[in-house]
């Protein structure tokens, strides 16, 4: 059953009781589970092996309305919630965890933020292609000299001329880099203005001026497609300038908010498959005669696990809830930007102390690249590092509690 199935607007976050989903909630994410068990998981091997990326992905997920989860319906989405969409991530994250990242990057960092801050012909030029899977979507925020300080450093520029503007510089890091047709690209339009002085920019990759420079090769989340991206006296229509000029912080600040709360889900996935294939383990693997989950040692770090994984699961829930609710203009500050950044943080925190356990239950067979736990635990770093590194989101938390 597609998400086409679940009424739009019956799965708000106002239904979550804060300890357990709702009927139609448990239903959207265990119809994902079900499609990318089926579907995406058979994926993941040639992907992380081959930095493969399956080309054919995207408009298979147009045509069971799991692109535009945000989106509402009469620009081509699924009409749902933040919820759902989470819900979803979290399923892919389970058994493609790389493809998740690329989902998330397009519906969330492109997708939903065009949908919420640009205007409503931008939205029917751009929205239906992104929301059919006929075009891969991205973001492009970080620089090689602007990482964590990603406003404050910027480099690109944007040079008015005419009914164009003129786009010059660099974003590194991209995720859905090299296959994106459509990408969201902040630049400076007022260099005097330090971050006061962006504005956010539709771009397509037909425009000339714009280039993929170099495809990245990771360590983790291989497959899901990086890159460097060269903006050289690139020529954007005046009338992809998205929101106001020179306003293109809300947009930033808005969308990362989101952007956090959305990483969580990936946290939880990995480790709740993490945790099912270390207990599977440990019921096969025989040492001294007997299965090594017969021996306390292994069973302590089993408990422990499943411990962490239900603490992430009710935190994720809960930011995931918050953030379904926020005002547009709310976020990037007060309350819900410190929850997502609390969210996004322990998340990462409880990846890193769930797969190193992983690994150690699986001894030799979990330090073997092709092994699927090996798999999961290159992945841990990405994770406190994007949308903010775990320094930057301790710094988000407790300058939130100071005010």
């Known amino acids: 059953m597609a998400t086409a199935d679940i009424v739009p607007g019956d799965t708000g976050a106002a239904l979550f009781s ?42 298979k997920l147009g045509e069971i309305g799991y692109l535009g989860i945000t989106v509402p319906e009469e620009f081509g989405g699924a009409g749902l919630d933040l919820m759902s969409a989470g819900l979803i991530l979290q399923a892919m994250s389970r058994w493609n965890h790389a493809f998740a990242l690329s989902w998330v990057a397009h519906d969330n960092l492109c997708v939903n933020n065009i949908y919420a801050n640009a ?53 590194l890091y991209i995720t859905n880099g090299p296959v994106a047709d459509i990408l969201l690209v902040y630049a400076k339009t007022d260099r005097d203005k330090g971050q006061h002085g962006i504005s956010a920019f539709i771009i397509e990759k037909d ?40 306003k293109g912080v809300r947009v930033v600040m808005s969308g990362l908010d989101l952007e956090r709360a959305m990483i969580t889900p990936i946290c939880l996935g990995i480790c709740e498959r993490a945790l099912e294939l270390s207990i599977d383990y440990a019921k096969t693997r025989e040492q001294f005669g007997r299965p090594i989950g017969e021996f306390q040692m292994v069973q302590k770090k089993l408990a422990d696990m499943y411990v962490w994984v239900e603490t992430l699961r009710t935190f994720n ?20 930007h410190k929850l997502t950044a609390a969210s996004v943080k322990y998340g990462g925190e409880i990846m890193n102390r769930v797969l190193d356990e992983a690994v150690q239950i699986h001894g030799g067979s979990g330090y073997i690249w092709e092994s699927e736990i090996n798999r999961l635990y290159r992945s841990i770093k990405l994770l406190e590092i994007g949308a903010g590194t775990t320094e930057v989101r301790n710094l988000i938390i407790a300058q939130e509690l100071l005010r």
């Open 119 to 171: 205007s409503d012909a931008q939205r029917r030029q751009y929205l239906p292609r992104l929301c059919d899977g006929t075009h891969i979507g991205a973001l492009g925020l970080t620089e090689p000299g602007a990482g964590s300080d990603a406003l404050g450093s910027m480099r690109t520029t944007a040079r008015r001329d005419g009914d164009e503007f003129v786009l010059n510089g660099s974003k």
């Open 207 to 246: 425009f000339p001026g714009f280039r993929v420079a170099q495809k990245l090769v990771k360590m983790g989340f291989r497959g899901s497609q990086t890159a460097e991206l060269v903006f050289d006296d690139c020529r954007v229509p005046a009338g992809n300038l998205v929101g106001e000029l020179d």
């Open 317 to 336: 829930y809960r930011t995931l809830a918050a953030a379904a609710t926020v005002a547009a203009g709310e976020a990037g500050r007060g309350d819900i």
């Open 18 to 59: 804060g300890f357990e989903l709702t009927p139609d909630q448990n239903e959207i994410l265990d119809q994902a589970d079900r499609y990318a068990r089926n579907e995406l998981y058979p994926l993941s091997e040639r992907m992380d092996n081959e930095e493969w990326w399956p080309a054919d992905a995207f408009p």
